[in-house]
């Protein structure tokens, strides 16, 4: 089965074509190498998966005939991803809302004077 299939048939993505889109982009990788969407997927095989900044590691139990329910999806794969991925998510979204809450207006002038030091620091480094 072809690998964007098989990612649309156990609802990873939505649509098959954002599964090949992510495919296509190298979000999606085997042993460490990027994915064509046509690539072939068996069984036992440990595909690692970037979504929403998570990088979710999956173990390919079975190939489903076609797109199976939400309850029957555990009988093809199985998550293997880290508790620490998780976790990685949860420190960057409190860092975000350290600085600045969403909505709270233009930058002030010392933001604006950060942003400019940092184009300025970046711009040296070439």
């Known amino acids: ?54 990088n979710y590691q999956i173990k390919v139990l079975n190939l489903p005939e076609s797109r199976v329910g939400a309850k029957l999806v555990d009988q093809y794969r199985k998550d293997v991803t880290p508790k620490e991925e998780f976790e990685k998510t949860a420190l960057l979204k409190f860092a975000k809302d350290y600085y600045r809450k969403k909505g709270t207006g233009r930058p002030t002038k010392k933001d604006r004077r950060d942003i400019d030091n940092y184009q300025e620091d970046t711009t040296e480094d070439l």
């Open 1 to 54: 089965m072809r690998i964007d299939k098989y990612l649309w048939c156990i609802r990873i993505f939505k649509t098959r074509s954002l599964a090949t889109t992510a495919c296509k982009k190298g979000h999606v990788k085997i042993d460490g190498n990027n994915l064509k969407p046509s690539k072939e997927v068996f069984g036992g095989e440990l595909l690692v998966i970037r979504k929403n900044q998570i």
